[in-house]
């Protein structure tokens, strides 16, 4: 199907709609490392039009909240970060745990203060790479934590129901949308399309910014794939 009648419910009533992103790889390019990331400014211009006239614009992120809200950079938008882990009302316990498991292992790490990031994007040996941080989710698992891997990196969580999923039917409750819109790019927001479609919204779009990185079953679950997150800027403006 093409975009316009999948968008077509959400902008004939903006004050009924939710429109939430993700933000690495999909509100900004992929880059070597996390603090290279910039949303375009062209981004930013779309983004605050649409805080202006929509019900709800939000952004989940995997990036510790203030490091999100900081990349996004623009007022109006609410941010949810660590995967919906900083709405849980237990989170100085579970940040004393990831602490103590970062200091175990003693790698090179992204601390989020509620997860951590094991990058190895730029590895001179990617296999080898890997290869460790497979006993690092072995030790994580062992500890009691739960290691999810993404596109070339290893994040630790704490061992709770929390995700983007949880994250966006809390932002959708919240807010009181009827209709809403997901976008995504990584096994981690198959929990977001999921919490999507089980929030009982008469209207919901899954949009997959997908590449060569992005997890089959990605595509195959959204309502409508754009290729690179200037793709889904220019979709924006369809908004």
């Known amino acids: 199907m093409t975009a316009e009648p999948l968008l077509a419910p959400l902008t004939e009533a903006p004050d009924r709609s939710a429109l939430v992103f993700d933000v690495d790889g999909v509100l900004t390019p992929i880059v070597a490392r996390p603090e290279l990331a910039a949303v375009p400014r062209a981004t930013q211009a779309a983004l605050r039009r649409l805080a202006s006239r929509y019900l709800l614009v939000a952004c989940v992120s995997g990036r ?6 900081r990349l996004v950079g623009v007022e109006g938008i609410e941010v949810v970060g660590n995967h919906g882990l900083e ?3 237990r989170a100085e316990e579970l940040a004393a ?10 790698l090179p790490v992204e ?49 709770i129901r ?40 008469e209207h919901a779009v899954r949009v997959a910014v ?16 754009v290729e690179s997150p200037d793709e889904l800027a220019r979709l924006l403006d369809a908004l």
């Not at 510790?64 to 809200?69: F, L, P, Q, V």
């Not at 997908?210 to 794939?225: H, K, M, N, Q, T």
């Open 162 to 201: 929390a995700d983007k999923g949880t994250a966006v039917r809390a932002l959708l409750e919240r807010s009181r949308a009827t209709r809403g819109l997901y976008a995504g790019d990584d096994t981690t927001d198959l929990d977001a399309f999921a919490g999507l479609v089980g929030a009982g919204l």
């Open 210 to 225: 997908a590449s060569d990185e992005s997890p089959v079953e990605l595509r195959e679950a959204a309502d409508l794939v």
């Open 111 to 159: 601390d989020k203060r509620l997860s951590l990031s094991y990058h190895f994007r730029e590895a001179a040996d990617e296999s080898a790479a890997t290869a460790r941080l497979e006993e690092v989710a072995e030790q994580a698992r062992a500890a009691g934590l739960d290691p999810r891997w993404g596109r070339k990196v290893l994040e630790i969580r704490p061992p």
């Open 97 to 106: 745990a990831i602490a103590r498991f970062r200091d175990v292992v003693g």
């Open 87 to 89: 709405l849980d009302p």
């Open 64 to 69: 510790a909240g203030g490091d999100a809200r």
